[in-house]
């Protein structure tokens, strides 16, 4: 052999050398890493979303659940062209320019492995199609899907809300989000229970093993593990109470809140005009989200407990209490009413322009006299009236799972002087001491503090029965700091105001021995100047507003009412309070010799009306679902 020749060979024999160890490397100390590797290129793991727990009324009927869907999504790492597979997929399926504009934006911002919804609500025909196609159109994949839907509509809109896609505000607000809340198009919980128990309602993710093959098509689902399913929810509420609320406000701007005085269970608690919760499920057109937000009686807004008004006389009440409880009166007691009283240089006036006369504690809240409220005014001070206010559940956010829950306003000196900067004057003492001025609140905080006067606990409303099957505890309170006897001339005051002739809420009486209510008329300017609101444009009309507890002799509910630019409280609240009272107390239609003999045929007729409209409605909702 030449020398060459055994060089040459030489060199064969190491590289073969250094193949054959980098081969050994490979096969035997790399094994695990590359079995890996490889199985990651054929094997996915895909999350499977929860079922969205439900939502029922205390009759266990459904407020929330969910709706099969089918729906077609696609996934970029495993589509390639996207642009080119969503034009042949247009071919086959009807697609929105805006859901495709959509789709394409989530997928340029989303990892490249997560699914993205191209088309949502699709009918099984198109499903068919898209499957049919499947080796044409790679990473697109035809699914069934749950999402939300609220069968009763319109009538809970204002306390479960909603739920729509997680936006990256909502991501803002985790410290560290679950996986699942990165699917584009996860629904999540917006506004009022839907959101406020959002943890709760979401339950946990499962996830599924699949085999894919080269371009990425599904070959076989290997194994899956379910996840926990979210948690239901019973609220107190009462599904055809709340039906009939709605029935009876009708197109008037209005909210009422019936709650339950053993519990504090809220039997009620409904906003007129209302929407549809399930167009903002499915998105919302830019059309009828504008028809809403136009609506000068702002179907969206939560008054319930989103607005606080001025209480108008309803606040009589509190400075009553307030006097009675300073010793600074007598049930007896009498004051004069000319039709208005001289304070320093300003003349405040009674409603009455010719005034009551001699006026006592009970015939003052019986004829709700102003003038005499003037006159305790100055002798209990803010500081007393703000302490019963309080007491009574005035200036304090309630604690239910709604949104933007107001505190409305209690004010005192230190208010006046910290959010101010000016020291508190009489003249603002004799306002709030008829409700009007500083004096906000909401018509929940009004259903709570008639039912602590009528109770003396200190009642809590509870909106939520049960969480996943546990109930929760009950809020119906302990004794308040408040004397009985005093209680009990409040009490007593309230049932001759819708008993007595003369009570201003005589025309919307109960005859029923055994369900006669107890309530308090009021009436809040929204103008701070004398005029008819006849004469005046809708908006700058009074509100009406009336408070009460029935029965008078055994107190199982309290309610509230407000009417905006209603007028008058015992023209406009007080016959819609007496209605919904007795369909809280019979729970269904009460018989018509509940009703004054006058009234009968008028009520007869509504009722007739009523039932009617709520049959076509239920109709309506049955062909949108």
């Not at 939300?148 to 991501?171: C, I, K, M, N």
């Not at 009620?268 to 919760?277: E, F, K, Q, V």
């Not at 406009?572 to 369909?583: E, M, V």
Request: net charge neutral; aromatic share 6%; with cysteine.
């Amino acid at each position: 052999m030449t020398r060459r020749g055994l060089l040459l060979g030489g060199a064969q024999i190491a590289f073969a050398g250094v193949l054959g160890l980098r081969m050994r490397h490979m096969q035997v100390d790399q094994a695990a890493e590359f079995r890996l590797m490889a199985e990651e290129n054929r094997i996915n793991i895909h999350l499977i979303p929860p079922s969205r727990g439900r939502i029922f009324d205390r009759e266990g009927r459904l407020i929330a659940e969910n709706e099969q869907t089918y729906r077609i999504t696609m996934r970029r790492e495993d589509a390639g062209d996207v642009e080119d597979v969503i034009g042949r997929l247009s071919a086959l399926v009807d697609l929105r320019p805006e859901d495709v504009t959509r789709a394409l934006e989530e997928m340029r911002t989303s990892p490249p492995f997560l699914q993205v919804t191209v088309a949502d609500r699709v009918s099984w025909e198109a499903i068919s199609r898209v499957a049919v196609n499947a080796p044409a159109l790679p990473g697109v994949y035809p699914e069934v899907g749950l999402s939300r839907f609220y069968p009763q509509h319109e009538t809970f809109a204002h306390v479960v809300g909603y739920v729509g896609p997680v936006s990256e505000r909502d991501l803002a607000r985790y410290e560290d989000p679950e996986p699942v809340l990165r699917i584009p198009r996860f629904q999540i919980g917006k506004v009022g229970v839907e959101a406020k128990f959002e943890e709760q309602l979401r339950g946990s993710a499962g996830a599924k093993r699949v085999e894919v093959n080269a371009v990425g098509r599904v070959m076989r689902e290997l194994d899956r593990r379910e996840g926990e399913a979210g948690a239901d929810l019973q609220l107190t509420l009462d599904s055809e109470l709340q039906d009939y609320i709605k029935a009876r406000l009708g197109e008037e701007s209005a909210s009422a809140v019936v709650v339950d005085l053993e519990h504090g269970d809220v039997l009620a608690i409904a906003s007129s005009p209302s929407y549809d919760p399930n167009k903002f499920v499915r998105g919302i057109s830019v059309g009828d989200y504008g028809v809403l937000r136009e609506n000068n009686h702002r179907p969206l807004a939560s008054k319930t407990v989103q607005d606080a008004y001025p209480p108008g006389s309803t606040f009589k009440i509190v400075t009553a209490l307030a006097a009675l409880e300073a010793g600074l009166i007598r049930p007896d007691e009498t004051v004069y009413c000319p039709g208005h009283m001289e304070i320093g240089s300003r003349r405040f006036h009674c409603w009455k322009r010719a005034g009551h006369g001699h006026v006592n504690l009970e015939q003052s809240l019986r004829d709700s006299c102003d003038v005499y409220y003037y006159d305790l005014a100055l002798k209990v001070g803010i500081d007393r009236i703000a302490e019963m206010g309080r007491k009574l559940g005035l200036g304090t956010a309630p604690d239910v799972p709604m949104s933007a829950v107001t505190a409305g306003l209690m004010p005192d000196r230190d208010w006046k002087r910290r959010e101010r900067g000016a020291e508190w004057r009489i003249g603002d003492t004799v306002n709030a001491s008829i409700g009007q001025g500083y004096v906000l609140t909401s018509p929940l905080q009004q259903a709570i503090m008639v039912a602590r006067v009528a109770t003396g606990r200190s009642v809590e409303p509870r909106l939520v029965r049960s969480v996943g099957g546990l109930q929760t505890p009950s809020r119906g309170g302990t004794p308040l700091d408040i004397d009985e006897a005093h209680l009990k001339l409040i009490r007593k005051a309230m049932f001759v105001v819708s008993n007595s002739r003369r009570g201003t809420a005589y025309r919307s009486r109960i005859i029923a021995e055994d369900m006669r209510l107890a309530g308090k008329t009021g009436t809040s300017q929204v103008l701070n100047r004398v005029v008819r609101n006849q004469d005046v444009p809708w908006e700058e009309r009074d509100h009406a507003l009336f408070v009460n507890f029935a029965p008078y002799d055994a107190p199982r509910i309290a309610v509230s009412i407000v009417v905006e630019h209603g007028g008058g409280g015992s023209s406009t609240a007080a016959p819609i309070a007496r209605d919904i009272t007795l369909q809280a107390l019979y729970k269904g239609t009460p018989p018509l010799e509940a009703y004054p003999a006058g009234d009968r045929e008028r009520i007869k007729a509504q009722q007739e009306r009523l039932e009617a409209e709520r049959a076509k409605r239920a109709a309506e909702a049955g062909r949108r679902a």
